[in-house]
């Protein structure tokens, strides 16, 4: 992990040409080094942090009255670090008989937090403190601390489910995992007033620009595996599928046994698991179709490269496969050459430092926190089938010499809706994550896309896309906002790139224009903003018919909805 | 470790936490001589000489001291 002096460094460099993402930091102790680690960790990321630090110990106060710097900052996130230290100190000031309601007392207050702090709020839960008044007693005893600080630990997760602008930031797995004596120094809070040690800073800060880099829609998809000796132990080529090292029992066996079980909970969440290893493929695909002790099937991987190529060159094949940004690849190898040569040839692929002894790699990669996410739903969990499902659908179109006669065979069938209780989630998420197809990247939470559900200004369609090899699911969304009696604006049109070439822009822009006929709207604009990675969606409108408007700060283009005609497409409405 | 080698050493700590290759420390050196010395990188320094010496400074000394030889003496002491 980077050191605090790093980060503090990282804050003499010019950051004015990064994305600014405004953060406001309320804590009830002092809080300079913990901005000043947010701040450079945002370096690290790519953000320039403008941070807004309430003055020490004003929570309350600035949460609660509306004209305070906090409300007025209006931050994009702002992180509420409430200590432990000082809710002990508060529970011990407390009436033996008030001392059953400081949980309570505390949820109550967070509530509000909710209720009044406008965008997204990162909430510190709380690390433990042992006050051992009671010892292990405590844990009957209602009232003891250790019961209040657990109850409220527990209780913060059911406020995180009911709101979906609420986060919370894990400190407290950061303190299971690395001690109390690390992460508390009695020097530094004696002097300072702080409750973090210098050397936990870093982690904390990582922990926290890690919910907002995946708020942002920067997180990781996809978990690139090699085999010999980090999925199993041994090399497959020279001992057997049968003899490789891989199973319960005594030996080093269990480690790469539950590594894969690691790796098959990715999988199940909904990362994309793909293989990339040295070796022949049916030498390398033997232990996953024969071992019996091996957790990961080959259902499992959505993508299995394994030849004599180099690693970069296979690692680029996947990324073809599955249309995703090496940033949101992880690469895990035990060889320190090959993690190299990935490095330097892949960029933006995060490539983490295996330690040699495989029985630490879980250790190591629970310390990474690699992937950290701001929404998760059922759909996620199907995604590998799909990406199988494509490379089927690849396999087929070869076989086609016409597109049209291809497109036809598949069947398509798409349902339209608009936003409801049953699509929210998906709809949210697809925001968070689109990054190529997305006309404008405007990034919605749940509760707002509830909310553009219910507002008359808008019309919002979503679109699923099933055909003879499977269901997509919800893979397209528009909002369209009304200008005025004639006019409609294009806010948000994002597609899932799995259905990229199926004709499915043509039958979305068919029921946008459908819809605006019907209503009465006379001209449709879209607008293109550019970011590093929607690219491929710049020559989108003039694709469609649109014509580009001129004298208009952005991109801007318009279409005629009356002499509108249908364009071509396959796919029928469910 | 004579107090010279402490005090080139407690430099060397002083020059990587305040990123600064110029400071030059004597026995008399107090924290308005230094440039970035203040109450919070105080407590950053105290953090990397304990590393560095391989010690722990209560919370009492760390208040105690008024120039860099009183902290070198301190060192010197554990």
């Known amino acids: 992990m980077i050191g605090f002096k790093e980060l503090k460094n990282n804050l003499k460099k010019d950051r ?74 508060k529970y011990s000031n407390t009436s033996p008989s008030g001392q059953i309601n400081v949980a309570d007392n505390r949820l109550d207050f967070i509530r509000t937090i909710c209720n009044s702090v406008k965008g997204r709020i990162i909430y510190y839960n709380y690390p433990e403190i042992e006050d051992t008044v009671f010892g292990s007693y405590a844990n009957k005893v209602p009232s003891s601390f250790t019961y209040q600080l657990r109850k409220l630990n527990f209780e913060l997760m059911n406020i995180a489910q009911q709101n979906p602008n609420f986060f919370i930031c894990d400190i407290a797995g950061l303190q299971n995992k690395f001690g109390r004596d690390m992460m508390f120094s009695s020097t530094v809070y004696v002097s300072t007033e702080m409750v973090l040690s210098i050397d936990s800073l870093p982690y904390v800060a990582a922990r926290t620009m890690d919910i907002i880099c995946a708020a942002e829609g920067k997180f990781k998809k996809c978990l690139i595996l090699d085999l010999d000796n980090t999925t199993w132990g041994g090399i497959v080529g020279d001992d057997g599928w049968e003899n490789i090292q891989v199973g319960h029992g005594l030996g080093i066996g269990k480690a790469f046994t539950e590594f894969q079980e690691w790796v098959k909970k990715l999988k199940n969440r909904g990362i994309i698991i793909a293989v990339c290893s040295k070796n022949d493929e049916d030498k390398a695909k033997a232990p996953f179709e024969k071992n019996p002790e091996m957790v990961l099937k080959l259902e499992d991987i959505a993508v299995f490269v394994a030849n004599w190529n180099n690693k970069a060159d296979n690692i680029r094949h996947i990324q073809s496969v599955l249309n995703i940004g090496f940033d949101s690849m992880v690469f895990l190898d035990d060889n320190p050459f090959e993690r190299n040569m990935v490095r330097e040839n892949v960029p933006d692929i995060t490539v983490p430092e295996l330690p040699e002894d495989p029985g630490e790699y879980l250790e190591y990669l629970y310390s990474l926190n690699l992937f950290e996410t701001v929404s998760y739903s059922n759909a996620d969990a199907d995604r590998t089938l799909q990406y199988q499902v494509e490379s089927q659908r690849a396999s087929l179109q070869q076989s086609f010499t016409n597109e049209a006669d291809f497109l036809k065979s598949l069947d398509m069938v798409s349902e339209v809706k608009g936003f409801d209780s049953f699509n929210t989630s998906r709809v949210a998420q697809l925001s968070q994550r689109s990054n190529q197809f997305n006309l404008r990247t405007v990034r919605y939470t749940e509760a707002e896309i509830e909310a553009l559900g219910k507002d008359n200004q808008y019309a919002d369609f979503s679109f699923t896309l099933v055909d003879k090899f499977g269901d997509n699911g919800l893979i397209c969304v ?42 009465g709207f006379k001209r449709i604009i879209g607008e293109y903003l550019p970011t590093s990675k929607n690219q491929m969606v710049e020559e989108h409108y003039p694709k469609l018919g649109f014509g580009k408007l001129e004298g208009t700060e952005t991109l801007r283009f318009e279409l005629n909805a009356d002499t509108y005609e249908d364009r071509e497409c396959y796919i029928t409405t469910k | 470790m004579d107090q010279n080698e402490i005090l080139a050493k407690v430099q060397e700590v002083f020059r ?43 919370s009492k000394e760390i208040l105690s001291w008024k120039n860099v030889e009183e902290m070198i003496e301190c060192i010197a002491n554990k």
């Open chain 1, 478 to 519: 528009i909002i369209l906002k009304k200008q005025d009696a004639e006019t409609l604006f294009v806010d948000t049109w994002y597609m899932s790139c799995r259905v990229l070439k199926r004709g499915m822009e043509n039958f979305t822009l068919n029921t946008i224009v459908s819809y605006a006929k019907k209503n």
């Open chain 2, 16 to 58: 990587d936490v305040l990123d600064d290759d110029a400071i030059m420390l004597t026995p008399q050196t107090t924290a308005d001589d230094v440039e970035g010395w203040d109450s919070l990188s105080h407590i950053q320094l105290i953090v990397a000489i304990e590393k560095a010496f391989k010690i722990k400074f209560t």
């Open chain 1, 16 to 89: 004015s040409a990064l994305p600014v993402k405004k953060v406001a930091l309320i804590g009830d102790v002092a809080t300079q080094f913990l901005s000043v680690a947010i701040k450079g960790f945002g370096v690290e990321k790519g953000y320039n942090i403008d941070l807004f630090e309430a003055d020490f110990n004003q929570v309350e106060q600035q949460v609660m009255d509306p004209t305070s710097e906090l409300h007025h900052f209006s931050a994009d996130y702002t992180i509420v670090f409430q200590s432990t230290h000082k809710l002990l100190e």
